[in-house]
């Protein structure tokens, strides 16, 4: 039998659903003011149209990626190498991310080559260097402590000289708060440019999936620094949502491109809005 | 969002005056603007409703708006709250045993092996303590290595068995090594895990059964939402831990992971990570915690 309206109950649970899923206040706020919208605009409504409405709003308040077709690895046009610069705070999963990546192009036909940028963290040079054994793709890095845009320098002419499809940067964990290592790093993408004038074609921000409201600060300051062109969300193999990244996403107009859903190199999948969705239902 | 929770409250509250006496009835606009604050700060949803119901009590208890400034004395009655439920006396870590046996055990990329480190550092040189460290992640690509850095960093050895892929075995056989070398510290580091990985679940489970640390270790990332709440309870069901780890609070995170995990474990916060660099890390305050997560 159907409704006319929704009723307070059936919101406070929705409200429950999204709060937990980490979507946040605000955004939680807007969606259900769009329900009601359309509710009160197309009278009559059951629960599994309103389960319908309600996944339609979700889902529109995420943006589109720039190339509609997500389930290719083919590469635009014009763009050789295409140059990935990978960004995010520490521990969220950029180096097992690059990894992964790495891999997936290199199914597809691709060559590729990766650069270890981040020459702070202990041993981060080691562990990117065994992803590049376990994927077979070549390594460009310098000692630790070394300049770590000059270690992208390396990677970018390198991988033009060598007729290379893309280029995959790792960057040191920096929390975005710390004005020096967020310079740093547009730093790293201006020197790349010396050698290719518009790379980074993308760069990649990395947000943990239990991450919570801070992810927006985030996403804010990683723009700021670098203007990032997507996002990857990791560690969804856990109990975690990941919901923040919807908010974030219609805020920022940033599309998500990725889920990572463990640490395995097969562990990487194209984001698809609407198995998201109903993840946050299940 | 609130970036001044007090004026927000207080002026909700002039609206309130008006009404003379508080009631049920014209407090809840308040107590939505602090359970809002709570949300925004990644206080897990369940708790922060509790919360909120027993600020009200205390709020009607005190008769707020009887006050001359009712907008500060709710949000008194909001940080006395909160720092009491993350506070209580500060807990030290277990030293007494020869040698003590600290396990640590978290989610990947937390903070652990950071961590290791950092108290490896803080026991050598501010308790005289001559710890082991124990490579105990036998899986994420140059875990090891990245323990061997950190060792050398602040001058402990590391115990490792390279090729070696039991971690139970790795951390008995260090044990042993630290008794005839007499160390009187053990840290065992461990891989990341997660609560609904079972086979990894259960593997730590038998690290404690075969070290029987006396002080077990949950590090978790201060930035971490509302699932904060089910790892800390899966993670202590299966171990028992005895303390909380917050890392990486030099951000801007608002931190509501610290209250939703006390609440939900009743374990103490015994240390935060400030810093990557090794000796970033610093006792838990819970009223400087109380005021963060209300953006004070
Ligand atoms: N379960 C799970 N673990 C992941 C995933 N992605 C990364 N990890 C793990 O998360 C931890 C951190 O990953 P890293 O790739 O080192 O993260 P990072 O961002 O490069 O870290 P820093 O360089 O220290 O800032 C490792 O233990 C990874 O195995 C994922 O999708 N699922
Ligand atoms: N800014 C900041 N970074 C930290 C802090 N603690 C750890 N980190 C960083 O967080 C990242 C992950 O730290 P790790 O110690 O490797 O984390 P882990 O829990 O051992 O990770 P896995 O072994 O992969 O599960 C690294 O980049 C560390 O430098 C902290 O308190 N502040
Ligand atoms: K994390
Ligand atoms: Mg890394
Ligand atoms: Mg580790």
């Not at chain 1, 320098?153 to 975005?176: C, M, N, W």
Request: hydrophobic share 40%; proline share 3%; glycine share 8%.
């Amino acid at each position: 039998v159907g409704k006319s309206k929704v009723d307070d109950d059936v919101l406070d649970q929705l409200e429950e659903v999204l709060i937990t899923s980490d979507v946040g206040v605000n955004t939680t706020l807007k969606i259900i003011e769009r329900i009601e919208k359309r509710v009160s605009k197309d009278k009559y409504t059951s629960t599994t149209e309103l389960n319908q409405i309600l996944r339609e709003e979700i889902t529109g308040l995420l943006t589109e990626t720039e190339h509609k077709d997500q389930n290719t690895w083919e590469l635009p046009e014009g763009k050789k190498p295409y140059v990935i610069m990978i960004v995010g705070v520490n521990g969220v999963g950029k180096t097992t991310t690059i990894g992964k990546l790495a891999h997936k192009y290199k199914e597809n036909g691709k060559k590729v080559i990766i650069g270890a940028a981040d020459t702070f963290r202990a041993a981060a040079i080691d562990q990117l260097e065994i992803w590049s054994q376990r994927v077979d793709v070549p390594l460009i890095k310098q000692k630790m402590g070394s300049d770590p845009a000059s270690v992208a320098y390396d990677t970018v002419a390198s991988a033009q000289k060598q007729d290379t499809d893309v280029v995959i940067i790792d960057t040191a964990g920096r929390l975005h708060n710390k004005v020096n290592l967020m310079n740093e790093l547009s730093k790293i993408k201006r020197v790349m440019q010396k050698v290719i004038p518009d790379a980074p074609h993308e760069i990649l921000l990395i947000l943990d999936g239990s991450t919570g409201q801070n992810a927006f600060e985030q996403a804010k300051q990683f723009t700021k620094a670098t203007e990032i062109t997507a996002m990857a969300i990791t560690k969804l193999d856990g109990t975690a949502k990941g919901g923040v990244v919807i908010g974030v996403s219609d805020q920022l107009q940033v599309p998500v491109k990725y889920i990572g859903i463990g640490e395995k190199v097969e562990d990487l999948q194209i984001f698809n809005k609407t198995e998201f969705v109903d993840s946050l239902f299940s | 969002m609130f970036d001044n929770l007090s004026e927000r409250l207080e002026s909700s509250f002039k609206l309130l005056k008006g009404q003379g006496r508080i009631t049920e009835v014209n407090i809840a606009e308040t107590l939505k603007d602090v359970r809002r604050a709570l949300l925004d700060a990644d206080v897990n949803f369940k708790i922060a409703k509790e919360f909120t119901k027993d600020v009200k009590e205390k709020a009607l208890g005190a008769n707020v708006l009887n006050a001359v400034k009712p907008g500060q004395l709710m949000v008194k009655i909001v940080r006395d709250e909160l720092a009491q439920l993350m506070g209580g006396t500060a807990e030290e870590i277990d030293l007494k045993r020869q040698p003590a046996v600290i396990l640590m055990a978290g989610l990947q990329g937390s903070g652990k092996t950071t961590f290791s480190g950092k108290l490896a550092g803080f026991l050598k040189n501010k308790k005289s303590k001559n710890p082991l460290l124990v490579a105990g992640d036998v899986y994420r690509p140059a875990a090891i290595d990245q323990l061997k850095v950190v060792g050398e960093q602040i001058g402990a050895p590391v115990y490792t068995e390279e090729g070696n892929k039991n971690p139970v075995k790795i951390a008995k056989a260090a044990i042993k090594e630290a008794k005839t070398k007499g160390h009187d510290v053990v840290i065992v580091d461990t891989a990341g895990r997660l609560a609904v990985d079972e086979d990894m679940m259960k593997e730590i489970s038998a690290i404690k059964d075969a070290i029987n640390p006396h002080e077990i270790l949950f590090v978790v990332d201060s930035m971490t939402g509302q699932d904060a709440v089910n790892t800390a309870k899966e993670f202590n069901d299966r171990l028992d831990f005895n303390g909380v780890i917050l890392t990486k609070l030099d951000g801007d995170t608002r931190g509501g992971a610290a209250l939703s995990i006390r609440k939900v474990v009743d374990k103490p916060i015994k240390f935060v990570g400030t810093g990557e660099k090794l000796d970033a890390l610093d006792v838990f305050h819970p009223d400087r915690m109380a005021d963060r997560i209300l953006g004070m």
